[in-house]
């Protein structure tokens, strides 16, 4: 009886042993896969001019969830509270051929309750830039126009991040 036991622990080791290899095994070599952004979307360093005094400030573009050819511009928040018109965080179409941004009026802005923003002018150009350190980047330029301050529109103009120390601001 001792040793139908210890045949039995042997054979469900082996079984256990077995299914537990069987179990990593990854079905090939899976692709992760990208978005449909991915070109255009990064962290970029933007000359703000904020009451006549240059202000750089970091940004991020990426995509949407719904994975199309919509992306957010997004100040992280880093923007001047003061006035409160230039925190910036929006929904925009992207021509993915070339780069524009689609015209889009009355856009939300994420970031002010019940305001929103107009879009213009916008246009990321692959390799038109050049970073602090001088490094040949890409470069991204839009126009803004809020809707508690109709009529007063904002350039902002930069170039892509990096990561080198040497342009970091």
């Known amino acids: ?10 054979i469900l080791c ?3 042993i077995s299914i537990s290899f069987a179990s990593c095994d ?8 990208g978005t449909t952004t991915q070109d255009f979307a990064g962290d970029w360093f933007i000359n703000v001019k ?3 005094v240059d202000k750089i400030i970091r940004f991020s573009t ?10 957010f511009i997004d100040d992280n928040g880093l923007s001047q509270t003061k006035p409160v018109s230039h925190l910036l965080k929006a929904k925009y179409s992207i021509d993915m051929s070339n780069g524009n941004f689609a015209y889009i009026a009355n856009t939300p802005n994420l970031r002010q309750t019940n305001q929103t923003v107009t879009i213009t002018n916008g246009k990321i150009e692959k390799m038109a830039g ?7 980047v890409d470069k991204i330029s839009f126009t803004v126009e809020y809707s508690n301050e109709p009529g007063v529109k904002y350039d902002y103009v930069g170039t892509k991040r990096t990561g080198f120390k040497e342009d970091e601001y």
Do not use: Q, V
């Open 1 to 10: 009886m001792k040793k139908l036991k210890e045949n039995i622990l042997k």
């Open 14 to 16: 082996g079984i256990l």
């Open 26 to 33: 990854a079905g090939g070599d899976p692709e992760a896969g």
């Open 50 to 52: 904020i009451e006549g």
């Open 62 to 71: 990426y995509n949407t969830s719904a994975n199309d050819n919509t992306m």
């Open 130 to 136: 050049t970073s602090k350190g001088g490094h040949t």
